[in-house]
């Protein structure tokens, strides 16, 4: 088990993240403030997860790979899905994308996470609070005349998923190379670290699903994407729990 400092870390530093995210989303924010205060709060993440890696390292058996099943209900339950994956992804986990038929209903959408301790609860800390952002974003967006609604929203999603994605990836470059800067003199590679703890998530994923196939790409017909793009560009990058009523998309 973490040592008792390790903990107090990571409670300091999650502290210091809902602080920065609370800044972010007062609506008396200016936009360049909110950016600033999500930049700051995305990179603490993204260094959280290093941390806990590199201290995994040195005390195995301390941050496990486990899983865990999401369920998404509708509104825009595949769209929630597709967010969800594209977040976890970023920050080291699996995800499989779930589906089955609904007697007279629509299809039921879940996602099957794997991942080290540590970056599944840094996903469900994202998760939320992006769901929760789209959700505002996307209700306060007008739909342009004579455009389907539905067809624009979904193409709104995937826009804001791209700049998301994009975004994540981007911090935790950045928190890899310094770490890997911070460490090159102990003779411990960060990069080695992380590939062996990737290697791990990948032998639970293919032990629970030995055959699983890419998820063919989406066809969207709405011009929301440049909007949703912009969106994501500005959201902050976490908050709370995942579980206890996550919103839904705007209708």
């Known amino acids: 088990m973490p040592t008792a400092p390790s903990q107090d870390r990571s409670t300091q530093m999650l502290a210091k993240v809902r602080k920065l995210l609370a800044k972010a989303e007062d609506p008396a924010a200016s936009p360049e403030e909110s950016e600033t205060y999500t930049a700051k709060a995305a990179q603490l993440i993204a260094e ?14 301390s941050d496990r790979v486990a899983d865990r099943v ?8 595949r769209d929630k899905a597709h967010l969800l994956c594209d977040v976890a992804v970023q920050l080291r986990c699996r995800a499989v994308l779930r589906t089955r038929p609904a007697a ?5 959408h879940s996602v099957h996470l794997f991942g080290h ?13 992006l769901l929760m952002q789209a959700g ?14 539905a067809a624009f929203r979904r193409s709104w999603q995937a ?16 928190a890899e190379t310094a770490a890997a800067e ?12 992380l590939a062996d703890r990737a290697h791990e998530v990948d032998r639970a994923l ?40 996550a919103p839904a998309l705007g209708r």
């Open 206 to 245: 293919r032990d629970a699903y030995p055959m699983t196939r890419q998820a063919r790409p989406r066809s969207l017909s709405g011009s929301g994407l440049r909007d949703g793009y912009l969106a994501g560009e500005q959201v902050d990058l976490g908050t709370t729990r995942l579980r206890g009523g």
């Open 104 to 108: 007279g209903g629509p299809t039921e």
């Open 48 to 61: 959280h997860g290093i941390d806990a890696a590199l201290l995994s390292a040195d005390d195995p058996g």
């Open 117 to 129: 301790e540590s970056d599944l609860a840094r996903a469900e800390l994202l998760f939320t609070s």
């Open 70 to 77: 999401v369920d998404l209900d509708a509104p825009w339950a």
């Open 182 to 193: 911070r460490t090159s003199t102990s003779g411990r590679s960060t990069g080695l670290v």
């Open 136 to 149: 505002q974003r996307l209700a306060r967006t007008p739909v342009p005349p004579r455009e389907h609604k």
């Open 159 to 174: 826009g804001f998923r791209m700049s998301v994605a994009r975004r994540l990836a981007e911090a935790e470059a950045r």
